[in-house]
């Protein structure tokens, strides 16, 4: 089991810059995967960032060289630094974290709320 806490969303003037973190109740550095997921109102959730294992990057085109996914494996945190804001990037962001073990694990967070507007 891994639980999965996020925290740094709000309301960011266009432009601006958030960071998520993420904080795992387990060693990260186990994990197959982590990654940072997103849902806007009549959306389907969509892949963000991801970071696996072998420290393989990946990034939704629509964020490349705004947002940058990064861990913390001491302390069992990931993040998402987004700069640039604009106002489509308004949405939940969810944690997400993959255990593969005798099956595929998935393990989300509660989501936080990332706004942005003048």
């Known amino acids: 089991q891994v639980q999965l806490v996020e925290s740094g969303g709000g309301l960011v003037q266009p432009g601006g810059s958030l960071r998520l973190s993420c904080a795992a109740s387990?060693?990260?550095?186990?994990?197959?995967?982590m990654g940072w997921y997103r849902q806007a109102p009549g959306k389907q959730r969509e892949l963000v960032a991801a970071?696996?294992?072998?420290?393989?990057?990946n990034y939704a085109d629509s964020v490349k060289g705004r947002f940058t996914i990064s861990r913390d494996i001491a302390e069992n945190t990931m993040y998402l630094q987004m700069n640039s804001l604009k106002p489509e990037d308004t949405a939940v962001y969810y944690c997400?974290?993959?255990?593969?073990?005798?099956?595929?694990?998935?393990?989300w967070g509660q989501g936080t709320q990332v706004t942005v507007s003048s």
């Open positions: 970071i696996l294992s072998t420290s393989f990057i």
């Open positions: 997400h974290a993959r255990l593969i073990d005798s099956d595929y694990n998935d393990y």
């Open positions: 387990r060693s990260i550095f186990s994990l197959n995967g």
